[in-house]
């Protein structure tokens, strides 16, 4: 495992072409941190968790809960995105999909982790 930071700070993205469907996005082709731009020049891997968290993970039935970790069901996941920057560095991004309320009912972006170089000393 390399070693990493954590982060969990919000993000914004930007696409090339916004995305067919708001709650299963691409790889955004941009995100801006802490007003920061940075451009992504690779996405070197993706995966997804549907898995449910707090209360929502008890307020299914449990065969239909296997069903979900499998495929989603609304507002629930995160699609996740190791992206490497145009000044090298190596980013974990996710679009969480559960809405922040009325206001705000196609989730959000976040910037999770960075994997640091190998030779990285902790200071």
């Not at 390399?2 to 469907?21: K, M, Q």
């Not at 209360?55 to 065969?63: F, K, L, T």
């Not at 996740?80 to 922040?100: C, E, M, S, T």
Request: proline share 9%; with cysteine.
């Amino acid at each position: 495992m390399p070693p990493t930071r954590f982060i969990g700070d919000p993000i914004t993205v930007e696409f090339d072409n916004e995305p067919l469907f708001a709650k299963q996005p691409p790889c955004p082709a941009r995100f801006v941190w802490r007003d920061e731009p940075f451009k992504i020049v690779a996405n070197l891997q993706e995966w997804r968790d549907y898995g449910r968290r707090g209360r929502m993970a008890n307020n299914m039935r449990p065969e239909n809960l296997k069903k979900a970790a499998k495929r989603g069901s609304w507002g629930v996941g995160r699609y996740y995105f190791r992206v490497q920057v145009g000044d090298g560095r190596l980013f974990d991004i996710y679009y969480d999909r559960a809405p922040k309320g009325q206001a705000q009912r196609l989730g959000s972006w976040h910037l999770y982790q960075e994997i640091l170089p190998d030779n990285h000393d902790e200071k």
